[in-house]
């Protein structure tokens, strides 16, 4: 990445103690405003844009082991203030260029000899801060027992949420309940029925989207995730949200050794749906790799999958059979389509040894090799094979949780990779069972970790590191979430992280799901999500030796919602899901997604309902055209598009994929037409979208 440093303001004030205990700083643009006070000893802070409030005055604090409590009895001993204003270069990404203006609150704590320092970054989006902790001889030891972190909110604020401590990590649908109901129990009542998943706390995964009583839209969650635990949030009644992290198999939160800096927690803050969605506050509060390190070999693409036809149409297997998926003869037909129709990547899964019928889900099976093939899968034939069609594999590690396993493999599996070309790797961790990852302790005991506890973050950091040491990108399933580390590491290239389209292989998100992603998930960073389903009913066998279609199996889609959620679900690495065969049947259609870009030069949001529908319209970095795709929920709907973002005195070429007035998510979900008209800068263009579906247009400049 480009660092480009255009101006930086310093504006310093600097006090050997500040005897009013009271500090405010605000945003560029003057909108948004940080309260920072001492109150009895306890520091906090308050949050307002416009003068109203978005977060009411909340405690601050880190508890350490050894009865070290930092989060009272303290005074403030020096602070600065600083304003910055730059721009950077994402070696891909949404936009061609991300402003990163801040104005900067740095400011050092004392309790008695001990030294707390406070670090806040107020931006025109929201706002970010963390705690630092320096090494110092009055503290003897800096692992983590709690972190006292509020946000304080109102009890009538609503929130979109999954639950976290739950066994199915991020892999939910999403409740709406006001704050106050942020719980297990109600997850059950008005989601899914978890109440026999008793491990843990009640709390929230983040990000955690809000809808605050007097109108604002704000987004909690957090950015560079390193050498730490994940944060969730808990309900603690009246509005109140409190950090909760995932334990240690002993209960400690974190173990540091000499020092400690959080991760950033971070909020963003918009007046409407559409402004949440334009946020660069994550990728902001990361850094620039490191100085002489040469990502430019991190290639963006569109990769197509031996994966469907297992986990959709159960008519393959992961494991040696007659039906098995992952061998030779199938792998080459499919690199041969994928060749045909300009893709850069195959992936294939269930070609390594491990894979047995009852592999899934509970961390304790057959160990995985990640060097050894199938006998009916020839590495050495289909990468030569590959090299000459220009398509690449993509690997496939599926660790099944098995984490000291997969790390004494890591490397020699990379090596292997190496050797055969290939440049991306999708990983899995499925373990469906809470606190279940397997450690071996220093005393030789068998311990059980949290799937998003400090011992997995740092394990996720270990898999990233080695990948690009041998210039490998990493395609992550059950991960831990995006918190914009993707800045540092371009080789951490997309992950899942959410309830994606594999459930509506063999379940089923429901038609809703899709449209709120995009204000939930999606604000964390690019989703693996895997669209471009068609055969949207009458796809899956009822068995992999069997003739009989499950007339009960369903993707709750259209043809042109999913063309859209290329455009509308962002991702360097897009998948076209289903089987050739399948798109064989509509490749007029398939044409968008040949031609559909992955990586982008700018982003408007066109309109937008949270949960409810969205319409994007992405710039291709590559030229002067422009891609829009818009998904609803169950509701049809009429769209004015007013195209008055195309450069003007121009004319355009639009070609729309759209539902047509018969389409219907559940009744008729594969008709849809296709036109071409030509547009300029002063076209509005009349859309109908169906119920659950959607449309994408490709416009080309002539």
């Given at each position: 990445?480009?660092?480009?440093?255009?101006?930086?303001?310093l504006?310093i004030?600097y006090?050997?103690e500040?005897?009013?205990?009271?500090?405010?700083?605000?945003?560029?643009?003057?909108?948004?405003s940080?309260?920072f006070?001492?109150?009895?000893?306890?520091?906090?802070?308050?949050v307002?844009?416009?003068?109203?409030?978005?977060?009411?005055?909340?405690?601050?604090?880190?508890?350490?082991?050894?009865?070290?409590?930092?989060?009272?009895?303290?005074?403030i001993?020096k602070?600065n203030?600083?304003?910055?204003?730059s721009?950077?270069?994402?070696?891909y990404?949404?936009?061609?260029?991300?402003t990163?203006?801040?104005?900067?609150?740095?400011?050092?704590?004392?309790?008695?000899?001990?030294?707390?320092?406070?670090?806040?970054?107020?931006?025109?989006?929201?706002?970010?801060?963390?705690?630092?902790?320096?090494?110092?001889n009055?503290?003897?030891?800096?692992d983590?027992?709690d972190?006292?972190?509020?946000?304080?909110?109102s009890?009538?604020?609503?929130?979109?949420?999954?639950?976290?401590?739950?066994?199915?990590?991020?892999?939910f649908?999403y409740?709406?309940t006001?704050?106050d109901?942020?719980?297990?129990k109600?997850?059950?009542?008005?989601?899914e029925?978890?109440s026999y998943?008793?491990q843990?706390i009640?709390?929230?995964?983040?990000p955690?989207?809000?809808?605050?009583?007097?109108?604002?839209?704000?987004?909690?969650?957090?950015a560079?995730?390193?050498?730490?635990?994940?944060?969730?949030?808990?309900?603690?009644?009246?509005?109140?949200?409190?950090?909760e992290?995932?334990?240690?198999?002993?209960?400690?939160?974190?173990?540091?050794?000499?020092?400690?800096?959080?991760?950033?927690?971070?909020?963003?803050?918009?007046?409407?749906?559409?402004?949440?969605l334009?946020?660069?506050?994550?990728?902001?509060?990361?850094?620039d790799p490191k100085?002489?390190?040469?990502?430019?070999w991190?290639?963006?693409?569109?990769?197509?999958g031996?994966?469907?036809e297992?986990?959709?149409?159960?008519?393959?297997?992961?494991?040696p059979?007659?039906n098995?998926?992952?061998?030779?003869?199938?792998?080459?037909?499919y690199?041969?389509f994928?060749?045909?129709h300009?893709?850069?990547?195959?992936?294939?899964?269930?070609?390594?040894?491990?894979?047995?019928?009852?592999?899934?889900?509970?961390?304790?099976?057959?160990?995985?090799?990640f060097?050894?093939?199938?006998?009916?899968f020839d590495?050495?034939?289909?990468?030569?094979?590959?090299k000459?069609?220009?398509?690449?594999?993509?690997?496939?590690?599926e660790?099944?949780?098995?984490?000291?396993?997969?790390?004494?493999?890591l490397?020699?599996?990379?090596?292997?990779?190496?050797i055969?070309?290939i440049?991306?790797?999708?990983?899995?961790?499925?373990?469906d069972?809470?606190?279940?990852?397997?450690?071996?302790?220093?005393?030789?005991?068998?311990?059980?970790?949290?799937?998003?506890?400090?011992?997995?973050?740092?394990?996720?950091?270990?898999?990233?590191?080695m990948?690009?040491?041998?210039?490998?990108?990493?395609?992550?399933?059950?991960?831990?979430?995006?918190?914009?580390?993707?800045?540092k590491?371009?080789n951490?290239?997309?992950?899942?992280?959410?309830?994606?389209?594999?459930f509506?292989?063999?379940w089923?998100?429901?038609v809703?799901?899709?449209?709120d992603?995009?204000?939930?998930?999606?604000?964390?960073g690019?989703?693996?999500?895997?669209p471009?389903?068609?055969?949207?009913?009458?796809?899956?066998?009822?068995s992999p030796?069997?003739?009989?279609?499950?007339?009960?199996?369903?993707?709750?889609?259209?043809?042109?919602?999913?063309?859209?959620?290329?455009?509308?679900?962002y991702?360097p690495?897009?998948?076209?899901?289903?089987?050739?065969?399948?798109?064989?049947?509509?490749l007029?259609?398939?044409?968008?997604?040949k031609?559909?870009p992955?990586?982008?030069d700018?982003?408007?949001?066109?309109?937008?309902?949270?949960?409810?529908?969205?319409?994007?319209?992405r710039?291709d970095?590559?030229?002067?055209?422009?891609?829009?795709?818009?998904?609803?929920?169950e509701?049809?709907?009429?769209?004015?598009?007013?195209?008055?973002?195309?450069?003007?005195?121009k004319s355009?070429?639009a070609?729309?994929?759209?539902?047509?007035?018969?389409?219907?998510?559940?009744n008729?979900?594969?008709?849809?037409?296709?036109?071409?008209?030509e547009?300029d800068?002063?076209?509005i263009?009349?859309?109908?979208?169906a119920?659950?579906g959607?449309?994408?247009?490709?416009?080309?400049?002539?």
């Open positions: 990445m480009k660092y480009i440093k255009l101006l930086i303001l504006i004030i006090s050997c500040n005897k009013n205990n009271y500090l405010i700083i605000k945003s560029p643009n003057k909108n948004i940080l309260e006070k001492i109150d009895d000893g306890i520091p906090n802070y308050t307002k844009k416009y003068n109203k409030t978005i977060i009411k005055k909340s405690n601050l604090g880190i508890n350490l082991k050894k009865n070290l409590e930092l989060s009272n009895n303290f005074k001993n602070y203030k600083k304003s910055f204003n721009s950077w270069k994402p070696l990404g949404e936009e061609k260029k991300i990163n203006n801040y104005n900067n609150l740095f400011i050092e704590l004392y309790q008695n000899e001990v030294k707390l320092n406070l670090h806040f970054k107020i931006y025109d989006d929201g706002i970010g801060f963390r705690y630092e902790i320096p090494n110092q009055s503290i003897k030891n800096y983590i027992i972190e006292i972190t509020e946000f304080n909110l009890e009538n604020d609503s929130a979109w949420w999954i639950p976290a401590f739950a066994y199915r990590r991020y892999e649908l409740a709406n006001s704050i109901e942020i719980s297990k109600n997850f059950s009542k008005y989601v029925d978890i998943d008793t843990g009640d709390a929230a995964q983040t955690l989207t809000i809808k605050k009583n007097n109108g604002f839209f704000i987004s909690i969650h957090e560079d995730l390193t050498n730490y635990s994940s944060m969730t949030l808990a309900a603690k009644g009246n509005g109140k949200l409190e950090a992290l995932y334990p240690w198999s002993d209960g400690t939160k974190v173990k540091l050794k000499n020092r400690i800096i959080t991760p950033w927690r971070t909020i963003q803050i918009a007046d409407n749906s559409s402004e949440l334009t946020s660069n506050l994550i990728l902001n509060l990361n850094e100085k002489g390190e040469d990502f430019s991190v290639k963006p693409g569109k990769y197509m031996i994966w469907w297992m986990i959709g149409t159960n008519e393959s297997t992961w494991w059979s007659k098995h998926g992952a061998n030779t003869n199938k792998v080459l037909e690199i041969d994928a060749s045909k300009g893709f850069n990547g195959l992936l294939v899964e269930g070609w390594n040894k491990g894979w047995y019928p009852a592999w899934c889900c509970s961390g304790n099976g057959i160990p995985f090799s060097t050894e093939t199938q006998e009916d590495i050495n034939k289909i990468s030569e094979y590959g000459k069609k220009n398509i690449f594999l993509v690997g496939h590690h660790t099944g949780g098995q984490i000291e396993n997969y790390e004494n493999q490397e020699k599996a990379f090596q292997l990779y190496n055969n070309g440049k991306n790797i999708k990983t899995g961790y499925v373990n069972i809470s606190k279940n990852i397997k450690r071996i302790n220093l005393d030789g005991d068998t311990v059980y970790e949290w799937h998003h506890g400090q011992y997995m973050v740092n394990h996720y950091q270990k898999v990233i590191e990948a690009a040491k041998y210039k490998l990108n990493i395609i992550t399933h059950e991960p831990i979430k995006d918190t914009g580390l993707r800045r590491y371009p951490y290239i997309s992950r899942e992280g959410a309830k994606g389209q594999e509506n292989g063999f089923t998100n429901g809703n799901h899709a449209s992603l995009p204000f939930t998930r999606l604000l964390s690019p989703m693996d999500y895997t471009g389903i068609f055969q949207l009913n009458n796809f899956r066998y009822t030796s069997s003739n009989e279609i499950d007339r009960e199996a369903i993707v709750p889609s259209t043809i042109a919602k999913e063309l859209a959620l290329y455009v509308v679900y991702s690495m897009q998948m076209a899901a289903d089987l050739p065969k399948h798109y064989k049947k509509h007029d259609a398939f044409q968008f997604i031609n559909v992955v990586n982008w700018k982003k408007l949001i066109l309109n937008s309902k949270i949960s409810e529908y969205v319409t994007i319209a710039k970095s590559n030229s002067g055209n422009w891609y829009i795709g818009s998904i609803t929920d509701k049809e709907r009429n769209f004015d598009l007013n195209l008055n973002f195309l450069d003007k005195n355009y070429e070609t729309v994929y759209s539902d047509t007035n018969n389409t219907h998510w559940k008729n979900p594969m008709e849809y037409q296709i036109k071409t008209i547009v800068n002063k076209s263009i009349n859309m109908y979208v119920p659950g959607g449309f994408a247009i490709e416009i080309k400049e002539l």
